[in-house]
C-alpha cells in the first residue's frame, strides 16, 4: 500500500501515560498524576464553557462523526451514564459495553489486550472501567486510541478527581491552600486516591481522613503525598473534625474489595452524616461532598441541607467535565 492509500489514524497517538502539559489531544487519561496545574486550569476554562452552554467557541457537534466506545466491566450509574450523555451532547455517537464478562467474547475466553484491540477498531475513543488496579494502563499501551480510565480497581478514577476539583473550586474559587476532610473508605476509595493527587499538585492544602484504622491509605501513598507537599492528618473520631475545613468528601465502605463480608458489615457506616451530625460537627461555609453512591453514609434528611452539594452540583458537574476532557483529548477545541 503506498503512503497516500494508507488509512490514516484521525489523531496521532504519543506513548502511553504521558503528562498533559496543556495539551491533551489523543492522550490517555489514566491518571490524575499526569496533570499538572495548567492542564487543570485549561480544562476548567473548557468545562465553564459547557456548563454556561456558551458554544460559541466551539463547533455546536464538536464529536461530530465521532464514535466512542464505553466498556465497563463493573457496574455503573453516574460515570456510564455521564459519559453517554456527554458524547451526545456533543454529537457523536457511542458504543456501549456493560459487563463484557458475560455479554462479549470476554465470555469465551478472550484476553482483555484483544478486546481492547477490538473496540480500538471500531471507535475513536475507550472509556474503559475495569476491577483490576492498572487495567487502563494496561489499555493505553495496547491501543493506540485513547484510553480514558473510568475506574481501575481500588486504584484511581481520574473523572471523578477531575469533576470534584472542579466543584471544589467552583465554590472556593482556588485549589491551593485549601482544608478540606476525606472520609470513609480511604483505603479502597478510587475517587479518594484520585482527589488526593489532585490535592497535591497545589501548595498550601491540608487535608483530614477520617476512617476506621483498617480502612487508612496505604503507607506508601500516604508518603508519596506528603513527599508531594499535602498534609495529612489521619483521624478516627468526628470529634477531631476541625471547624474551618471547607469541604467534606463522604464516601462509602467499597463492599466489593472485601474478601470477608463480616469484615465489611464491622467497618461499614462507621460515620453517618444525620442533620444532627452536621450540626454538631460542620460549619457554615463548608460544602459536603459524595461520589455516590451512597449506602447509608448519608441520611436522605441531609439533602435538603444547602451545602449538601452532591446531587446538584457535584454530580452535575460530572457531565460538563466528561464534555470538555472528550472534546480536548479528541482534539475538537479551538480556545485553549
Ligand atoms: C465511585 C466509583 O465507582 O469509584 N462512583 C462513581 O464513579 N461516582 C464511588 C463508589 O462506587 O463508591
Known sequence: MSEREKPKLRHEKKSPLEYIKGDFTSKDIVSLRQF???????LFEVTSIMRDSEMQTFPMTPLGGHVVT?????????????????????????????DPSHF????KGETFEDTIRT???????????????????????VSQ????????????????????????WE????????????AGDILNGRTVHSLLEGLAMFPGNVVYLLSHESLRLDRSTLQELQDKGLAVI???????????????????????????????????NNYIITPKFMKKYGNPNMVLMHPLPRVGE???????????????????????????????????????
Not at 89 to 94: D, K, V
Not at 104 to 107: D, F, H, I, N
Not at 148 to 161: F, M, R, S, V, W
Request: net charge negative; glycine share 6%.
Open 171 to 182: 465554590h472556593t474559587g482556588r485549589l491551593e491552600n485549601i482544608r478540606g476532610l476525606m
Open 234 to 268: 489521619e483521624i478516627d473520631s468526628p470529634e477531631d473534625i476541625p471547624k474551618d475545613v471547607g469541604f467534606w468528601y463522604w464516601t462509602r465502605t467499597q463492599k466489593e474489595r472485601f474478601k470477608d463480608n463480616e469484615e465489611y458489615e464491622k467497618v461499614k
Open 70 to 98: 464505553l466498556l465497563f466491566y463493573e457496574p455503573s450509574s453516574r460515570t456510564f451514564n455521564s459519559f453517554d450523555s456527554a458524547v451526545k451532547h456533543l454529537g457523536g455517537e457511542t458504543i456501549t459495553e456493560k
Open 298 to 336: 448519608i441520611d436522605p434528611k441531609v439533602d435538603d441541607d444547602p451545602r449538601a452539594i452532591y446531587f446538584n452540583k457535584q454530580a452535575q458537574n460530572g457531565l460538563y467535565v466528561r464534555m470538555a476532557l472528550l472534546a480536548l483529548v479528541l482534539g475538537r477545541t479551538r480556545t485553549v
Open 145 to 168: 486510541k485513547p484510553i480514558i480510565n473510568a475506574g481501575d480497581g481500588i486504584g484511581e478514577h481520574p473523572t471523578q478527581a477531575l469533576l470534584d476539583l472542579f466543584t471544589i
Open 119 to 141: 473496540f480500538e477498531a471500531y471507535g475513536d475513543l475507550i472509556v474503559l472501567r475495569h476491577p483490576e488496579v492498572g487495567s487502563a494502563e494496561l489499555a493505553a499501551k
Open 104 to 107: 462479549s467474547s470476554v465470555s
Open 36 to 42: 499538572d496545574p495548567k492542564s487543570l486550569q485549561q
